[in-house]
Nanobody, 125 residues
Framework: QVRLVESGGGLVQAGGSLRLSCAAS????????IGWFRQAPGKERELVAR????????YYADSVKGRFTIFRDNTKNTVWLQMNSLKPEDTAVYYC??????????????????WGRGTQVTVSS
């Protein structure tokens, strides 16, 4: 299992940028896709971006395409989420997560079983 810790959240004005980090420990980090999810108050948790184990393929939700970039460095056991042109509707707790199985690229929340504790992102208008 992979242990994950998020950092980098905070308060930013609309149009601003933040970079979130997800630091991993445990074996085989380089065999796992990593996803970034978010959950806004009163809403379900949603997948916003995911990166394949080798960093050679990414997925983005339509709501963040062109504004968010996910990337990783397996030598540092870290995945980042660069968020630009932030909007008030991006306000949420952001979580990174690893799936149950190595070499998999799931989209459904239920297929991820290692989660960080989350980091709050607040975008003011």
């Amino acid at each position: 299992q992979v242990r994950l810790v998020e950092s980098g959240g905070g308060l930013v004005q609309a149009g601003g940028s933040l970079r979130l980090s997800c630091a991993a420990s445990g074996r085989s980090f380089d065999k796992y896709s990593i996803g970034w999810f978010r959950q806004a108050p009163g809403k379900e948790r949603e997948l916003v971006a995911r990166i394949r184990w080798g960093g050679d393929r990414t997925y983005y939700a339509d709501s963040v395409k062109g504004r968010f970039t996910i990337f990783r460095d397996n030598t540092k056991n870290t995945v980042w989420l660069q968020m630009n042109s932030l909007k008030p509707e991006d306000t949420a707790v952001y979580y990174c997560a690893a799936p149950s199985h190595i070499w998999s690229e799931p989209l459904k929340e239920g297929l991820f079983d290692s989660w960080g504790r989350g980091t709050q992102v607040t975008v003011s208008s």
